[in-house]
């Protein structure tokens, strides 16, 4: 798939925000600070499209970016992230489960994981999720051109065994820098959207 167009589309809280209309949708998900805006900016080729903060936590809505003016990427605001009030993780998570499961426009899930370490206890609770809900979804392991190849790959398994991942489950390594795995995973996000 050809990226021409990306723009931000609108912030929501709640169903009553989002943006109206049919488009497919696909949704970014995973820990503060596993790469979901870095991915994002990689994806649509521009820099600064979806903000990067070097402080975790910083997306507190859910964002939503019209790509060729076909459909939504939107960027959920990252699990995990200690020192967010448990109140205001609370909401988060109530705003991302509402998304989650209530969308109808949503056609998969980019499960974004950092390759330079396990899957944490809320990845594995939100890929069970994903699976238990039967939303589409590809595993993707962030800052994958941090670590060596042959770490990488123990990476892979690691991550592959520890959600775990069934048999013909997508798991792809990315980088934000050097822009492996895009094409790959635009091949996905194509299938469904389609």
């Known amino acids: ?9 609108a912030s929501a809280v709640k169903a009553a925000d989002y943006p109206a209309g049919e488009l497919p949708e696909v949704a970014l998900a995973g820990r503060s600070n596993v790469g979901k805006s870095s991915l994002l900016n990689k994806l ?8 990067i903060s070097k ?3 910083r997306t507190r809505l859910i964002n939503f970016f019209i790509v060729n003016n076909a459909f939504h990427l939107v960027d959920l605001p990252g699990y995990g992230y200690a020192s967010v009030p448990l109140q205001e993780k609370e ?4 705003m991302v489960e509402g998304y989650l499961k209530t969308r ?6 980019v499960m974004l994981v950092d390759s330079r370490h396990p899957p944490s206890a809320q ?3 939100m890929y069970s999720w994903l699976k238990y809900s039967g939303v589409d979804a590809v595993v993707v392991a962030t800052k994958a051109d941090k670590i060596s190849r042959s770490k990488l790959m123990q990476s892979l398994k690691v ?17 934000a820098d050097t822009g492996l795995g895009r094409e790959e995973l635009l091949e996905k996000i194509a299938r469904w959207i389609g």
């Open 159 to 175: 991550i592959r065994d520890t959600l775990p991942l069934a048999e013909g489950d997508t798991l792809l390594p990315f980088s």
């Open 104 to 109: 109808d426009n949503l056609k998969g899930v």
């Open 44 to 51: 649509v080729n521009r820099k600064g499209l979806a903000r």
């Open 123 to 125: 990845d594995i609770q």
């Open 91 to 94: 909401s988060w998570r109530k």
């Open 1 to 9: 798939m050809k990226i021409s167009s990306a723009d931000f589309v």
């Open 55 to 57: 402080t975790p936590g």
